[in-house]
C-alpha cells in the first residue's frame, strides 16, 4: 500500500520543527548543565552555566532564539518506501519550511548563497543541507538541526591510518577540543564518526551532534570509550566559556561504519551547548 | 557575580588600565556593533585614506550580528560572535584609538600586542546566552552599511551588560589563567 503524504505536510513539520529547535533547548542539555553546576568548582565557570540556564528560561518565555546564531538548516529525512510526495518536490519542500521558520520565528539568516566570490545572503537562510534516506515502511521521519557555526569552524576530519589505533584516535578528538578552546561556546557537545569513507564519518559526525545526552552507545566498546573521552576533555581545564573550569563537555557522541582496511577516518563534529535539534514523524 | 564592577562606556584610559583580566563586569553606555564584512569596509576605507563612518576614538566595538527583533522589542537574541575572524582587522582600529572589544574566543598576538601598547581591553560575553544579553541592550540603531543587514554597524545603548575581563591591557589573558588552574591532563 502506498501512503500518500502532502509536500506541505512536510513544509510545515519543517517550519514547526525549526521554530521549536531555535526556542526551546531539550531537556536533557537543561539537565545535564544543572548537574554540572553543582559540581562545578570554578565560581566564575558556575556563573556561566548560570546565565546560560538563564538564558533558555528567558528564550522559551518570550520565544527568542536561544542563541542569535539560528544556524544553518541541516535536515536529515527518513522516507518510508511505501510513501509517496505529492504535490510539490521534497526539496523545495524542506526549503520552504526553512523559509517559513526563519521568517515567523524572527531568527537570523545566516547563509550566503556563495561561499568564495560572492557572498551575498540569501536572505531566507535557505538552502537547507539536506540528507534523505529510503528506510522500509510508509512514514516520514525528519529531523531538524539548527547548526551554529562557532562550534563548526572548530570541526575537524583526519584519515587516521590503522596503525595510529584507538590512541590516534583518542588523541585527535581531545586534541581537536583542546585546539578549540573557548571558541565553541562550552559546555559543548561532542559528535565523532569513525571509520567509513571521508565524508561519511564527517556525516555520522554531524548526525552525533543531534543525539540525546542520555544516549548509551550500544556497543560497549564504544561506550566505554566515550565515557574516557568524556573524563578527559572534562580534565582540558576549559571550562564554561574556556574561562577555566570542568565543565567543557557534557557529551561525546560516537558512531562508527565498516572502513577499507587502509583506513582509519575519524570526524570531529563540536556543537555548542546550544544544541537545537527537533525531530517529528509523519 | 556578586562583585561585579560598574563600567561605564565609551572608555577613558585610566577604566581601561585599571581593569583586571578576569573581573566581572557590567556595561553601560553606549558601543558599536561589528563583525566580518563591516571590519572588512573599514578596513579598505583606512587603505584607501578615507574617514570611518564612525569615529571609533574612546569607543568599544561588541561582535554581534543579532537575530530580527520581534515586534515591540530593541534587538532580537544577541549573544557574542567568535573574534579571531576580526583579528585581522582589530591592530588598525585599536591604533586609531579604540579602546575595547567585546566577544568571545581567543585573539591572536599582534592584537593582544596592539592592545597593550595602545592601552585597550578585550571584554567576553558568554556565548550563546544571546537571550539573556539582549535584556540589556535598551536602544538600537543602524549608523552604517544598513546593506548588511545584521552585520551593519549598529549603536547599542546598553544597562548592565555582562561581561568579564578576559584580556586586559597588560595583556594577561584569561583564556590562559582560567584552564591553567582546572587542566589535569596534557594531551
Ligand atoms: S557556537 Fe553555538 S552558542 Fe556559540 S554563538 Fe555559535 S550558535 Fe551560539
Redesign the pocket.
Given at each position: 500500500m502506498i501512503r500518500t503524504i502532502q509536500a506541505s505536510q512536510i513544509t510545515d513539520a519543517v517550519t514547526d520543527l525549526f521554530l521549536k529547535a531555535n526556542r526551546f533547548i531539550g531537556d536533557d542539555v537543561l539537565d545535564s548543565i544543572t548537574s554540572a553546576m553543582e559540581v562545578e568548582p570554578s565560581p566564575q565557570g558556575k556563573a556561566v552555566l548560570n546565565q546560560l540556564i538563564q538564558n533558555y528560561e528567558i528564550a522559551k518565555e518570550e520565544l527568542m532564539p536561544v542563541?542569535?546564531?539560528t544556524?544553518m538548516a541541516v535536515v536529515f529525512i527518513e522516507i518510508g518506501q511505501d510513501v509517496h510526495i505529492a504535490n510539490g518536490g521534497l526539496e523545495e519542500a524542506i526549503n520552504e519550511g526553512v523559509r517559513q521558520a526563519y521568517e515567523k520565528g524572527y531568527l537570523r539568516k545566516s547563509v550566503v548563497g556563495d561561499p568564495l566570490f560572492n557572498r551575498t545572503n540569501t536572505k531566507d537562510n535557505t538552502p537547507a543541507i539536506i540528507y534523505p534516506r529510503i528506510v522500509p515502511g510508509d512514514k516520514v521521519h525528519i529531523l531538524a538541526v539548527a547548526k551554529?557555526?562557532?562550534?563548526e569552524n572548530m570541526s575537524a576530519l583526519k584519515m587516521l591510518v590503522p596503525a595510529d589505533g584507538i590512541e590516534g584516535v583518542k588523541k585527535f578528538i581531545l586534541q581537536t577540543v583542546e585546539n578549540a578552546g573557548p571558541n565553541?561556546?562550552p559546555p559543548i557537545v561532542v559528535g565523532v564518526g569513525i571509520g567509513g569513507t571521508f565524508e561519511l564519518a564527517a556525516l555520522m559526525a554531524k548526525r552525533m551532534t543531534a543525539a540525546p545526552l542520555t544516549r548509551r552507545n550500544k556497543n560497549p566498546e564504544y561506550a566505554a570509550l566515550e565515557d574516557e573521552l568524556l573524563e578527559k576533555i572534562n580534565k582540558l581545564g576549559i571550562g564554561p566559556a574556556g574561562i577555566g573550569g570542568q565543565t567543557t563537555a557534557l557529551k561525546v557522541n560516537i558512531a562508527s561504519a565498516a572502513t577499507h582496511i587502509a583506513g582509519l577516518p575519524v570526524a570531529v563534529n563540536i556543537c555548542?551547548?546550544?544544541a537545537r535539534h527537533a525531530e517529528t514523524t509523519i | 557575580m556578586d562583585k561585579s564592577i560598574r563600567i561605564q562606556l565609551p572608555l577613558d584610559d585610566k577604566t581601561v588600565r585599571s581593569l583586571k583580566a578576569g573581573d566581572s563586569v557590567l556595561l553601560s553606555g553606549s558601543l558599536y556593533t561589528g563583525r566580518d564584512a563591516a571590519h572588512k569596509r573599514l578596513i579598505e576605507l583606512l587603505d584607501k585614506g578615507e574617514k570611518l563612518p564612525i569615529d571609533i576614538d574612546g569607543q568599544v566595538i561588541y561582535y554581534v550580528g543579532p537575530a530580527p527583533a520581534q515586534p515591540g522589542h530593541p534587538v532580537g537574541s544577541a549573544?557574542?560572535?567568535t573574534s579571531y575572524r576580526m583579528d585581522p582587522y582589530t591592530p588598525r582600529l585599536i591604533e586609531l584609538g579604540l579602546k575595547g572589544m567585546v566577544g568571545?574566543g581567543k585573539r591572536n598576538q599582534a592584537v593582544i600586542d596592539a592592545m597593550k601598547k595602545h592601552g585597550a581591553v578585550y571584554f567576553g560575553a558568554v556565548?550563546?546566552a544571546?537571550a539573556l544579553i539582549a535584556k540589556s541592550i535598551t536602544k538600537v540603531e543602524v549608523v552604517a552599511y544598513p546593506d548588511l543587514g545584521a552585520e551593519a554597524i549598529h549603536r547599542f545603548e546598553i544597562k548592565d551588560f555582562p561581561a568579564v575581563v578576559l584580556i586586559d591591557a597588560e595583556g594577561n589573558n584569561m583564556y590562559e589563567i582560567g584552564p591553567a588552574l582546572y587542566k589535569k591532563i596534557d594531551v
Open positions: 542563541c542569535q546564531d544556524g551554529g557555526f562557532g562550534s565553541p561556546c555548542c551547548h546550544a | 549573544g557574542p560572535t568571545k556565548g550563546g544571546a
